[in-house]
């Protein structure tokens, strides 16, 4: 998919319409997770099947082992960051968010998952910076805007 391609689709993100937006917000998922081709996305379904068994190290193993052998592949990164919060291990989950934002600065995906992890560890400034810049490129997620304001009220 080209930058043309891609800046329409963000620009959809922001319509008004409801449809619009799902079908942009799948759209850039699926170019995500596609990024590698059918290798990749055989390694991450293969890494959510494991993480759905409770099989969390192999999973992890296996991210690692990707993120090691395609280290520009964003969702691989993003991917574990998730595992990582779902262990709750927060500070190795925003490193790994930082990666996926320091290769495609505009995975809402991952800037939702620092603030989360930033939510988690009791820092709210910082989540509401996350969720703000996560609501720069979805406007209407409510939410990115339920828990921004969560984050307020526990500084009040």
Same mark, same amino acid.
């Given at each position: 998919m080209d930058e043309t391609s891609i800046k329409s689709l963000l620009e959809n &993100?922001?319509?008004? $319409?409801e449809t619009v937006r *799902? *079908? #942009?917000t799948h759209d850039l998922w699926q170019l995500w997770f596609q990024q590698k081709g059918a290798y990749g996305l055989a390694l991450l379904g293969r890494s959510q099947?494991? &993480?759905e068994a409770g #099989?969390?190290?192999e999973a992890e193993e296996l991210?690692?082992?990707l993120i090691h052998d !395609?280290? $520009?592949f964003a969702e691989a990164w993003n991917r574990r960051a998730v595992l990582y919060y779902l262990q709750k291990q927060y500070r190795q989950s925003l490193a790994d968010c930082e990666q996926v934002i320091a290769l495609n600065p505009i995975h809402f995906g991952a800037i939702h998952g620092q603030g989360l992890c930033h939510m988690a560890l009791g820092e709210y400034v910082a989540a509401i !910076? #996350?969720?703000r810049r996560a609501l720069e490129i979805q406007p209407y997620s409510i939410e990115n805007q339920r828990l921004m304001l969560e984050c307020m009220a526990k500084l009040s």
């Open positions: &993100l922001k319509s008004s $319409d *799902q *079908q #942009a099947t494991l &993480l #099989a969390a190290h991210l690692t082992e !395609q280290p $520009d !910076q #996350a969720f």
